[in-house]
């Protein structure tokens, strides 16, 4: 299902996606080559004609990496598991990158019911999600029929209990693959790209320094006002900094 | 080949020794002199010499000469009497012109022998003392007002001066530079001291100082034609820490100038000149330096900027394991020396490395800093097995060329034997086991595989695509479900086809019943009628003939609201075919009255079932 109509956008993007394909085999034999700069410029390339893919970001992070950009590493890092977050690699070469990373913030462990639905809704993209949505909404509607044209009790009993569990199962990954895009929409996580950076108690320059957070942190967006956004780190400490010294996942 | 240029080294140094021990013929004079100057030049031995031939003096008048000498000294140390005396030779010259003129060794015979002298150079300025005494007899009055007003006023800046000197101004990153600190005074103002010494901070550079002797010593030197007395102050080697146009600080010194003090009060005061001794301070001028950057520089450069040798060492080549090895590096030649780092070397994995010993010997001179630097790394192999340590680079910047020069060690090839201790294995294996770990301390590698591209933030989910799915499935589900609804209404009406079919049906059975009956075959007949009933009912019940008995079938005859004697009726009739066809003798009745009855109560069924 899901290879079908990722064929049907790669036809209506034919011509493009051809040419990004082969902009990425030459990116990774820069790469392969150790020279990271030029692997750089090539994924940069790609992204810049509007094209993503988890690869893509995940490559760029490593040629940011062994370029010691580790900021711009941990930023890729970050895109590719919005759009891959069950990838193991990211994941590993996100917590290397991120050890280098001045803060270390002791993040909040929150109520285990909430890691665990997080940890199920991130388990799977947004497109995973809306499929397994579709999947069980159509198993839904087969046991429906079954119900409806069923002779015997048992028949009607079991494909009636079933029919709720699936269009159950179809909502919730409904929602799952909403909250997934929102993710991807919205982007409330940022990554701090200056080198150190004062976070003040209201948006100007007056306000009270309230902490200091360096490169490669990352932070959740809360509130945006001109040119200062709101952040709220991992411990939930909040405050206010300009917007340039923060890059949207 | 080196150890035979050490000991011709060694050997010639020893007769150098041996040469200044013995003999020692020395020609003095000034550096320069001015035109009309009279000096002295003078030719010291220490041994009584013979037939002294002058060089070529043609540039300069003799005034007087050679006035002789002697002196001797005689010293007992510890019991050791040493006898020494010197003879000498003096002239007195004056130069004819102006110029730089070099003065030929000249040559003396002791015994026998001849020895020569060093050559020596002079350079004649234009003659000033004279005209300059000459001004100052005209400008004394006015210097004498300016005097008591200001006491230090007198003197000028062009008689008494700081300059620092740097040997180049335009230097790359790291590159040595000399700066010496000269203190200028014109030959006629009488120095007394110094005091408040203000030494630059050379900030932007790594300084090395190198030694001059506390007491300064005066040298004459000529700076923009006028002849000064120069002392050196302070020599410094700068290394540039920083790039871009480095401004050194002035060197500040306050000097004691010792003055006379004409006062015109009394008659004897004429006599006696009074001096007092006047504060002067002298600035110099600040001094920028140009320092560019490196070019690109290589990935293993540590800094290293000059020119050098490099060599490297191993302890020895075999060894057991847990046996300590060291590998000594050596930088020799000049430059920052002080200010490189030490060279990394990659040991095998599971070797324990310490942290590099330096021990430099360097020294500043004139010439920069020169010496060598050792590297000593120290590492125990915890293992047997033959190894390799990679030959060790060593990049470093030529200033004078401004290229990189790698220099590299062979490369060491080490074997280790399994050493006594054995008990040590268990902790030699919480090493290596360490060591794995911090190997695999990299990103893992990219990914090769084709990827699935697709436009920015495009998801499938909230797609057209997406939406059409859920509203197709559900609209081929009711599809589906009308479809199937109507089957089961159409079969439905198939009950009622058969219902509608049922009279006939019955009547054609009914009719085969009565052609029976016309050729009197009654088995036959009860058959027909009987089968015609059960059919007729089951198809106007819509109740299947194997499901079919008396009772259901009158049951659902009075659902349908039939009367109760109609009913009867019927069963009656069916019991008087089954009474005919199993028992005849039972039977009253006649085929004719049965055959009436079937017909009339399919009547009346028909009328009232629909």
Known sequence: MKRIIYTILAILFTATVFAQNDLIQKANEHYAKEEFQKAIDGYNQILMAGIESPEVYFNLGNAYYKTKQYTLSILNYERAKLLAPDDQDVEFNLQVANQKVVDSIQELPGIFIVRWWNAIVNSQTTDTWAVISIICFVVFLTMMGFYFFAKTSEVKRITFWSGCFLILFTIFSWSFAAKQKSRLVNHSYAIVMQPTVTVKSSPSEKGTNLFVIHEGLKVRITDKLGDWVEISLSDGNKGWLLTESVERI | ?610
């Open chain 2, 1 to 610: 080949m080196i150890r035979k240029i050490k000991i011709v080294l060694v050997f010639m140094l020893v007769g150098l020794v041996a040469m200044a021990d013995s003999t020692q013929f020395v020609m003095e004079g000034p550096e320069v002199v001015a035109m009309g100057e009279q000096f002295r030049l003078g030719f010291t031995l220490n041994e009584r010499g013979t037939d002294l031939q002058l060089p070529d003096l043609s540039n300069f008048d003799v005034l007087m000469g050679p006035s002789t000498s002697q002196s001797s000294s005689i010293q007992i140390i510890n019991g050791k009497t040493t006898q020494t005396s010197s003879f000498s030779y003096i002239f007195i010259l004056r130069a004819k012109k102006e110029g730089k003129f070099s003065i030929r060794p000249a040559s003396i015979k002791v015994g026998g022998k001849t020895y020569e002298s060093n050559s020596l150079n002079i350079q004649v300025v234009k003659g000033q003392p004279q005209q300059s005494s000459g001004q100052q007899g005209g400008s004394q009055q006015n210097a004498q007002q300016q005097q008591d007003d200001t006491p230090s006023g007198n003197i000028s800046k062009d008689n008494l001066f700081v300059r620092v000197a740097v040997d180049k101004t335009n230097v790359s990153k790291g590159e040595q530079i000399l700066s010496t600190v000269k203190l200028y005074i014109s030959q006629n103002v009488p120095l007394n001291g110094f005091d408040d010494v203000k030494l630059p901070s050379y900030e932007g550079f790594w300084t090395k100082d190198i030694d001059v002797p506390t007491q300064v010593n005066f040298t004459r030197e000529v700076y923009n034609g006028k002849i000064y007395q120069v002392g050196i102050l302070k020599k410094t080697i700068l290394f540039p820490q920083q790039t871009g146009n480095i401004r050194i600080d002035p060197f500040e010194i306050t000097c004691l100038v010792r003055q006379r003090v004409r006062q015109q009060q009394g008659f004897f005061d004429d006599f006696f000149d009074n001096y007092r001794v006047v504060k002067a301070k002298v600035v110099s001028d600040p001094v920028t330096i140009n320092v560019k950057d490196l070019p690109n520089q290589p990935a293993n450069f540590n800094g290293a900027v000059g020119n050098f040798t490099f060599s490297g060492t191993l302890d020895k080549t075999t060894a057991k394991s847990n046996e300590a090895m060291t590998l000594k590096l050596t930088v020799s030649g000049t430059g920052n020396l002080n200010l490189i780092n030490p060279p990394k070397i990659e040991l095998p994995q599971d070797f324990e490395a310490y942290e590099p010993k330096t021990t430099d010997k360097t020294m500043a001179s004139d010439n920069g800093m020169s010496g060598s630097v050792t590297f000593e790394y120290l590492f125990i192999p915890r293992y047997a097995g033959n190894f390799t340590i990679p030959a060790v680079q060593f990049v470093s910047f030529n200033p004078s060329t401004r290229q990189f020069v790698t220099k590299s060690t062979e490369a060491f090839n080490i074997k280790i034997e399994k050493g006594k201790d054995d008990q040590n294995s268990g902790v030699v294996n919480s090493y290596s086991k360490e060591d794995v770990k911090m190997i695999g301390k990299d990103i893992r590698y990219i990914k090769q595989n084709r990827t699935q591209l697709k436009p920015k933030g495009s998801t499938f989910y909230g797609t057209i695509e997406f939406y059409s799915i859920f509203i197709l499935s559900t609209l081929a589900f009711a599809v589906f479900y009308v479809v199937n609804r109507k089957k089961i209404e159409e079969s439905k009406n198939l009950t009622l086809v058969k219902n509608k079919r049922a009279n006939k049906v019955a009547l054609k059975r009914l009719k085969e019943a009565s052609g029976f009956l016309k050729s009197n075959q009654a088995e036959k007949f009860y058959e027909a009628v009987i089968k015609a009933l059960w059919g007729y009912l089951s198809d106007k019940l819509a109740i299947p003939v194997a499901d079919l008995n008396r009772e259901k079938a009158a049951a659902s005859l009075l659902d349908k609201g039939i009367e109760q004697d109609v009913v009867s009726e019927l069963m009656k009739i069916i019991d008087d075919c089954e009474f005919a066809r199993y028992a005849p003798s039972a039977f009253s009745g006649t085929m004719t009255e049965i055959y009436d009855g079937a017909a009339k109560v399919m009547g009346i069924f028909e009328k009232q079932i629909k």
